[in-house]
């Protein structure tokens, strides 16, 4: 059914005006100050948005839904993690897919994809994680980019023993990334330097939760930057810094940009409105916010505002990685921080937190704030105009959002299949009234009301030359 949209303010990353909207078929076909509903097909809805703001669909670049983790698996899969996507607004998710260092990589694409097709009610595409580098993962490697358009790869500097590269692979990584034209995305940290230091401090009786900061601290993380960041240098590949937590390594970044490294930086929302001392909380509650790198001392989250403000920090993500607290990392992490799984769910909550504490805060305006959280991962992940704007031409990927909106973050009201919400009792400003994917209405009111299953991959032409 064609919509129609009226009396919305508009907001892009780059413009804030009073439009209307027409979607036909699964694009945008009209933005215009007043379209008269009778110039319009008939059967049209017309859906009134006074008083509400309409942003493009909110993209997260940074997703784990089907995860298998020290022994473990995540808990949602694209039934949930869509459902919780689009109740926050987010219509495009780009998942990371992790093999093991003994999997093929096309397997691997393979069986991520099949779990996501005619399951997900959101579009999707993939980062693929190279975690090894013979000649057959080259060659599949290759293929998954020219026959499937994933135009990104993920590499890890961390976990050691089982995800990380070592610098001979990561080297020709990135020189096989710039030849196709893909950007590398990166966890940034020293896999053989948390090996030493989480061996020593669990030697020391040190096992809680609260020893996972310390374990890996910002020191380990910005010199995952700086090397990834020469290597960059030296190839001439594009990379791309998933969630950056703190100030010392977001600055590491930008002196690379400033010495003509190709670099961009992510933020994820638990690293900007949570802090370690969630990490420290007693009766193990704390194993609740183990994610890596870990939550970092508050004074951290003002200078990642102001660089998100600065447009210096391209995206927010969220990481979501959905681990049940009883089951999962009271149980297997009781004896020793290392055993607990990492993540902290929030695709469902990332765009209100941001909304709350950063644009009704003062720390983000409302350009930047669509920016950050659908058009720059867009253009740097190839999805750009297609979706992260409101164009004549674009997908109808459109979120009606009544920023005035009280109201409670909660387990309850969560569609992910997690067993708790790391934000319970938070009190938000802002709240999704209406999604779209593609001309089609997924979302109302935080519920879902859409098709399962529809879904698409997004096929994306290389561009990071």
Not at 74 to 84: E, I
Not at 134 to 148: E, F, G
């Amino acid at each position: 059914m064609p919509l129609l949209i009226k009396g919305g303010r508009v907001i892009t990353a780059t413009d804030d005006d009073h439009l209307d909207i027409y979607c036909q078929g699964e694009t945008i076909t009209r933005l215009e100050a007043n379209i008269d509903p009778a110039s319009v097909d008939p059967d049209s809805e017309v859906i009134d948005a006074t008083g509400r703001l309409v942003f493009p669909g909110f993209i997260d670049p940074h997703v784990h839904i089907h995860l298998p983790f020290m022994g473990t698996h995540a808990r949602d899969d694209w039934a949930s993690a869509s459902r919780a996507a689009l109740a926050g607004g987010t219509t495009t998710l780009i998942e990371m897919i992790c093999p093991g260092p003994g999997d093929e990589p096309m397997a691997a694409f393979e069986d991520w994809h099949a779990r996501a097709a005619g399951t997900a009610s959101v579009d999707f595409t993939f980062h693929m994680a190279v975690v090894r580098f013979d000649d057959l993962a080259q060659k599949q490697l290759r293929q998954i980019v020219s026959d499937h358009g994933i135009a990104s790869f993920k590499v890890f500097l961390a976990y050691k023993g089982a995800l990380d590269l070592g610098d001979e692979d990561l080297f020709g990584c990135l020189q096989l990334a710039k030849e196709l034209g893909v950007i590398v995305t990166a966890h940034c940290e020293n896999a053989a330097a948390i090996d030493a230091m989480q061996a020593k401090l669990l030697s020391e009786g040190k096992t809680g939760p609260e020893h996972h900061e310390p374990s890996r601290p910002t020191c380990v993380e910005t010199d995952g930057v700086t090397h990834l960041a020469t290597l960059a240098q030296l190839t001439g590949a594009h990379i791309y810094c998933v969630h950056t937590s703190c100030d010392e390594a977001v600055n590491a970044a930008l002196a690379a940009r400033r010495r003509g490294v190709n670099i961009w930086i992510e933020a994820v929302a638990p690293h900007l409105v949570l802090d370690k001392t969630y990490a420290e909380l007693p009766d193990f509650e704390g194993a609740k916010y183990v994610m890596s790198p870990p939550l970092r001392d508050k004074w951290n989250q003002a200078p990642l505002w102001n660089q998100l403000r600065a447009r210096a920090i391209s995206t927010i993500g969220t990481d979501h990685a959905p681990f049940d607290f009883e089951t999962q990392k009271k149980a297997m992490g009781r004896d020793a921080f290392t055993k607990i799984p990492n993540g902290i769910p929030s695709v469902q909550e990332r765009i209100d937190l941001i909304h709350t504490f950063g644009v009704k805060a003062g720390r983000l305006g409302y350009r930047a704030f669509v920016d950050a959280c659908s058009t720059q991962a867009a253009r740097i992940f190839g999805l750009y105009p297609r979706k992260g704007t409101i164009r004549v031409g674009s997908d109808a990927d459109l979120v009606l959002y009544n920023p005035d909106k009280k109201h409670t973050l909660a387990h309850t009201t969560s569609h992910s299949n997690v067993d708790y919400n790391a934000f319970e009792g938070w009190e938000m400003t802002g709240k999704s009234e209406l999604v779209t994917v593609r001309g089609k209405v997924q979302a109302r009111g935080g519920q879902f009301v859409g098709e399962t299953g529809t879904g698409q991959l997004l096929q994306r032409t290389p561009t990071h030359f």
